[in-house]
């Protein structure tokens, strides 16, 4: 059974920068898509940064330039680098995963119903 555990979310000001990491266990294969999505009362889950297992990488619009997601193989760890927090980031981050399975174009899907496994998410509060 695939599990994901996040961690590294916090409160920070606008401005400032946190690094969360989803370490993952349980995987039967290496072709999986990994992703991180974000949620808000009252709001839809949002797709926020996705990876293939060879490293192709999709960002959602308002986070480009700012926030880097990245893999290390061998601790089976997702990352997602966040820098110039905005108050609109504050969302409770999840982690997600599924088997590959990808878009023409060779990316991750970035919707929430493509991913098989969540963790249990994690607070991201920016303060202005």
């Known amino acids: 059974q695939v599990q994901l555990v996040e961690s590294g979310g916090g409160s920070v000001q606008a401005g400032g920068s946190l690094r969360l990491s989803c370490a993952a266990s349980?995987?039967?294969?290496?072709?999986?898509?990994m992703g991180w999505f974000r949620q808000g009362p009252g709001k839809e889950r949002e797709g926020v940064a996705t990876i293939t297992a060879d490293g192709s990488i999709t960002y959602t619009r308002s986070v480009k330039d700012r926030f880097t997601i990245s893999k290390d193989n061998a601790k089976n760890t997702l990352y997602l680098q966040m820098n110039s927090l905005k108050p609109e980031d504050t969302d409770v981050y999840y982690c997600a995963a599924t088997m590959e399975f990808l878009t023409p174009s060779g990316f991750c899907y970035e919707v929430e119903g493509a991913y098989s496994y969540w963790g249990q998410g994690t607070q991201v509060t920016v303060s202005s």
């Open positions: 349980g995987f039967t294969s290496s072709r999986y898509c």
